[in-house]
């Protein structure tokens, strides 16, 4: 996995993420752009544990700066149908190990839940046998970066041809991916 073509900007806590901080990386988000060689459109946010559930209030905070979310290990955050509704054009790939804690495990459940009900493009990755180092095994694996090097935000005829699936899908083909291991 050398030569990415990407760059990692990685923002760590050790006391939770309060509004400050988020707006913080909201403003580096948009500034390093102006520095650095970065596609707007192809910007994502991930993080695990803390930094997975710090995800969420980035996303809320500003929706429109990222083409794709990938929290692993992260808590639900407050008002998962509100978050849902903000991402109807940022892709969500949720990863968890079975064997994590309920809060986590039930976290992504809820998180996954409220997007699809809202036709977020969006799949649960629910890992068994594996507990909250799960990360190890997705930020090692380059699966994990070619989906990541693939998202974009849409373009506006992509956002209609979006509105029309969404009319199609429910809870019952939403994608979720129980009992499977990267290679």
């Not at 992509?158 to 429910?170: E, I």
């Amino acid at each position: 996995m050398n030569n990415l073509p990407f760059i990692l900007c990685v923002p760590q806590t050790n006391r939770g993420w309060d509004p400050v901080m988020i707006k913080a990386i909201t403003s580096l988000v948009k500034v390093l752009p102006d520095s650095y060689r970065v596609d707007r459109d192809r910007i994502i946010v991930t993080g695990l544990s803390m930094g997975g559930t710090g995800t969420w209030p980035a996303l809320l905070e500003a929706p429109e700066l990222y083409a794709a979310a990938v929290p692993i290990c992260g808590r639900p955050w407050q008002a998962p149908d509100v978050i849902a509704t903000k991402l109807l054009y940022c892709s969500v790939w949720n990863i968890v190990g079975g064997t994590d804690v309920p809060e986590f495990v039930d976290g992504a459940k809820i998180m996954h839940s409220a997007l699809v009900t809202k036709g977020v493009d969006t799949q649960l990755i629910i890992v068994p046998n594996i507990g909250h180092w799960v990360w190890m095994i997705y930020y090692n694996n380059p699966e994990f970066y070619q989906w990541v090097i693939r998202q974009v935000r849409p373009t506006e005829a992509m956002r209609t041809k979006a509105k029309d699936f969404r009319k199609l899908q429910s809870k019952d083909n939403a994608l979720v991916l129980i009992n499977r291991v990267p290679k």
